[in-house]
C-alpha cells in the first residue's frame, strides 16, 4: 500500500480497488504509535467483510455473553451483552434485545438466563 505526503499535515493512501468508497486522505494528527499486543491479536480477513454502499458494515453477532435487565424508573429494559464475530469477549457490548431479536433471530436461542 503506497502513500503521498500531501502538504504538511495530510497523507493520501493507495487503496484497493475494493474500498474505492473510502475517503483516502487523513490528516497527520490521526497517526498513532502501533503497540502490537500479541494476546489480543487477531487477523480479520478484508475479504469477508461486505461493505454497504456508505461504506459501512453490519457485523453479526458471534453469541451472547450476558443478559440483564436495566430498571428505570417506570420500565425494564432487558439488554444482552453481544460478542461480534470478528471481537473477542473482552470487546463485547451492550445492545437492547428487541434490536438484536429483531435484526439477528437466530442468535437468541442460546439459553443465557435473564438476571
Known amino acids: ?23 483516502n486522505m487523513f490528516h497527520s494528527s490521526m497517526l498513532r504509535k502501533f503497540l502490537r499486543d ?24 458471534y453469541r451472547i455473553v450476558d443478559r440483564i435487565n436495566q430498571i428505570l424508573r417506570n420500565k425494564v429494559i432487558p ?12 470487546e463485547s457490548t451492550w445492545e437492547r434485545e428487541d434490536i438484536i431479536r429483531s435484526t439477528f433471530p437466530d442468535i437468541m436461542d442460546e439459553g443465557i438466563p435473564i438476571y
Open 38 to 61: 500479541e494476546d489480543c491479536y487477531q487477523h480479520i480477513d478484508i475479504g469477508k467483510i461486505e461493505l454497504q454502499p456508505d461504506a459501512t458494515y453490519v457485523e453479526p453477532p
Open 79 to 90: 439488554l444482552v451483552r453481544i460478542q461480534g464475530s470478528h471481537h473477542n469477549e473482552a
Open 1 to 23: 500500500m503506497n502513500t503521498d505526503r500531501i502538504g504538511a499535515v495530510a497523507y493520501r493512501l493507495a487503496l484497493l480497488d475494493h474500498l474505492d468508497r473510502v475517503h
